[in-house]
């Protein structure tokens, strides 16, 4: 029991020392590196420990220029050197060129079929031009229908004067196929793609004699032909 006792009277004198043993190691200063980009895009300032580098950051951007490196001085005349180890709280500078071709313009034009959509001037070089017109349609035909696919060549920044043409995907059109009996009855209905050729895969028609005559299936009317529209077919006979 008097060891248990002697014990925790120890306790408060380890945490004496240790407190002591740690105020005595001396802390590390650390420095604030701040990133002025001359009204261009933001970048974050960085807390860096002494002898420590700065990280390069991403490059900013700024409408019209072109970014050419971080400098010591609004003077720019010492680029900095991201190797070597900070000592002191700095600020960096942003160099910017004007980058010409941006202030160029551009003539974009949209068309389908010869004829103009929609014309856009002067477009400024490195922007992305948007068609703001009705999507494009394009009338069917008898073998197709059309869908709006997109433009030729694919829509990419200005750099040039440039005309992009309406692209359409097809789709090839089916018709409904019907034969019917002479009085009219459905026999057969089938759905065919434009081109392919009609067949009745049924039984052969018949038609029940009358006093006068037997009967027995002919032929169709019209004649079977590849399919280009709906139609239907008729059932014809000849009297024996």
Known sequence: MKTKFKLLLLIPI?????????????SVPKYTVSFD??????????????NEVVV???DPYKDAYI?????????????????????????????WETDYNALLTYTVTFV???EV?????????GTTPVFSGIT????????YDYVFAGWSPNIKKVTEDITYTAVFDSTIKYYQ??????????????????????SYYKETPNKESDPMYDYVFAYWSPNLEIVTQNVTYKAVYESI
């Open 14 to 26: 380890f945490i004496t020392l240790f407190s002591f043993f740690f105020s005595c190691v001396p």
């Open 117 to 125: 959509l929609q014309e856009l001037n002067n477009v400024p070089y």
């Open 112 to 114: 389908q079929d010869g």
């Open 37 to 50: 980009t001359e009204n261009g895009s933001l970048v974050p300032s960085q807390i860096v420990y002494e």
């Open 67 to 95: 970014f050419a490196g971080w400098y010591t001085s609004v003077l720019f005349n010492e680029p900095y050197d991201f190797k070597n180890p900070v000592t002191s709280s700095f600020v960096l500078y942003a160099l």
């Open 177 to 198: 196929i019907s034969f019917v009996d002479s009085d009219d009855t459905l026999l057969l209905s089938d759905y065919l793609y434009y081109g392919e050729t009609p």
């Open 56 to 58: 390069e950051p991403k």
């Open 136 to 143: 494009p349609t394009k009338n069917p035909t008898f073998q």
